[in-house]
């Protein structure tokens, strides 16, 4: 009898738990019917998921939680926020291989409290030795670089960027920072739904390269929701950087698998190519709005697009009649000025951005008051405007944000660009390379033509904000051209509109796309405001949560006190947590 009540109570848990009809492992539950009704929250804006994480000693915001574990235990350990950024950040090419890796780029802005200075760190990689127009030609790739395969490989800059940032600002090394993802690697972790549907939508491409189906998909399919993945290869790499830093990576053991597998795919990298891998310390660029000091990273990244969008809206609100603060997210023309200002700071950024060891950008004229002024002609409040034809770039991007109780605030973000990138995945160290070389330009004319040795044009932008000259907020949002246009929208929410960061989080976006002049809105703007900016002439389409990005935040609310304050995207898996 007992034993019949205990199967019986058995049953009716796993049927509470799982959906109706579920395998082994069940789906999500979206895909199994379920449209339930959101609830309300008890205080403040109903529609904010939850309120901000707060904390005194340290707080880590990313898109995953065991990556955000894994940086708040470095603080707790006595790791400061540089030490932590690079801790979780390396657990994201664990538990995100899609999205981040060694494989891929990394930049930075940061405040360095001991050295009192914000800081701008570019670890991307170059083009690889041969990479010329006519070699492109002469592969057959006549309009554009291949999104996938080997040709599409720049070297990869994260580690050394890694590694810059430990040894200028950190307090520990790689053998500790690097221990968490090590362990997690050979471990392993379980699949979430977010990141088994990212698995599950990118098939095609881990089933294109042998190596990748061996590591990406055991017994030939993804991992299944709720099980464990293990990549020990990957542990493997951590491992020998633990011993071995940097230079296993661009001058041992795994510079020789790297190279190695891009020579057998008829790639170009050499050991030079590696070896000549150096990240570079540069100088932020800013804009002021709303009596905040707003910055970006210079070229080859989009970050300029986001001054010039601040600063067309500045500019051209109270010309064109509109009052972002008073009309906000329910007046159609908040939207449409949101919108056009995004037009035309893309056609910029499209026309002149480049890498500016190969070519000048008038960064500062681009990014004045003054130009922005000169830009109100071009927005009609009455109609929409086809912006210049453009090639927009793919996303797939980790974003990490992190202060400590020093006072120390990274804004960090690192990626392998699209979606497991090249589909190339290196033997016995189990990480993507990435496809970075994609969004290089075969047009000899363009800034961003391809040459061996250059940077390419480069999605990634960490943001920071300061306020009367001391460091306030950290943020990020990744994915494509959705960062530039999406920190315009979370900026606008929080400096016009009030939001703290979790609500500026939580509201809703739009992602527009320049190539094709669609408008994408999440599902709710798309209910009340799609009719009125399509009778506007936008071309409207319900947008899902995947193109919107994720944003993360790290803010310090009222400056000179302790209060640390984090926010996290519920589009995302993630979670700030606070020491």
């Known amino acids: 009898m007992r034993q019949r009540l205990a199967r019986a109570l058995a049953a009716s848990l796993l049927a509470f738990t799982l959906p109706v009809s579920a395998p082994a492992f069940a789906q999500p539950a979206a895909t199994k019917g379920f449209d339930g009704l959101r609830g309300d929250r008890s205080h403040g804006w109903i529609g904010q998921t939850r309120s901000e994480v707060l904390g005194q000693r340290g707080v880590v915001a990313t ?235 210079p070229p080859s990244t989009q970050g300029f697009a986001v001054l010039q969008m601040l600063n067309i809206l500045e500019a051209c609100a109270p010309r064109l009649g509109v009052d972002l603060k008073a009309q906000g997210h329910r007046s159609p023309l908040y939207w449409h000025l949101l919108v056009e200002a995004k037009k035309i700071a893309f056609e910029d950024v499209y026309r002149y951005n480049g890498d500016p060891d190969f070519s000048k950008i008038d960064v500062a004229k681009l990014s004045s008051k003054a130009y922005a002024a000169t830009r109100c002609a071009d927005i009609d409040m009455k109609k929409a405007r086809t912006p210049d034809a453009a090639v927009d770039p793919i996303g797939g991007t980790v974003y990490v944000a992190v202060a400590d109780a020093e006072g120390n605030m990274v804004s960090f973000i690192y990626s392998i660009y699209g979606y497991f990138a090249s589909g190339v995945t290196v033997p016995n160290y189990g990480f993507v390379l990435n496809n970075r070389a994609a969004f290089f330009s075969l047009d000899p004319k363009s800034p961003n033509v391809v040459a061996p040795g250059k940077r390419p044009f480069h999605t990634l932008i960490p943001g920071l904000i300061m306020k009367d000259g001391q460091p306030q907020t950290v943020f990020g949002l990744m994915g494509g051209t959705q960062q530039a246009q999406g920190h315009m929208q979370v900026l606008v929410d929080m400096l016009d509109l009030g939001a703290n960061p979790q609500a500026a989080s939580d509201a809703a976006r739009f992602s527009h796309v320049q190539s094709t002049n669609t408008l994408f809105l999440e599902s709710e703007l798309f209910k009340a405001m799609g009719p009125a900016l399509q009778a506007l002439g936008h071309k409207v389409e319900l947008g899902n949560a995947k193109i919107m990005g994720g944003f993360q935040a790290v803010t310090r609310p009222r400056l000179g006190e302790p209060t640390l304050a984090g926010a996290s995207d519920h589009r995302k898996d993630g979670l700030a947590v606070a020491w």
């Open 63 to 297: 898109s995953h939680p065991l990556a955000a574990q894994a940086g708040l235990d470095i603080l707790k350990k006595g790791g400061n926020a540089f030490d932590a950024a690079v801790a979780a950040g390396a657990v994201l090419n664990v538990v995100e291989p899609e999205s981040a890796g060694i494989g891929g780029d990394v930049l930075v802005l940061a405040w360095i409290a001991k050295e009192k200075k914000l800081v701008g760190l570019n670890g991307v990689g170059r083009a690889v030795t041969g990479s010329t127009p006519q070699r492109y030609t002469a592969l057959g790739h006549t309009n554009r670089i291949p999104v996938r395969g080997i040709h599409s490989v720049t070297t990869p800059g994260a580690v050394d960027g890694w590694d810059a940032l430990l040894k200028r600002a950190g307090t520990m090394t790689f053998k500790e920072v690097l221990e968490p993802a090590a362990r997690i690697a050979e471990d392993g972790f379980g699949v979430s739904e977010r990141v088994h549907g990212d698995w599950n939508d990118h098939l095609a491409t881990l089933r294109s390269d042998p190596e990748t189906a061996r590591v990406y998909l055991p017994g030939g399919e993804p991992p299944p929701l709720y099980s464990v993945f293990r990549n020990p290869d990957l542990g493997k790499a951590f491992r020998l950087l633990q011993t071995g830093g940097r230079d296993a990576f661009y001058k041992g053991p795994i510079a020789e698998a790297m190279v190695a597998r891009s020579q057998a795919l008829g790639g170009g990298m050499t050991m030079a190519d590696l070896a000549r891998t150096e990240a570079s310390w540069v100088t932020p660029i800013s804009t002021t709005y709303r009596g905040h000091e707003v910055y970006q990273l």
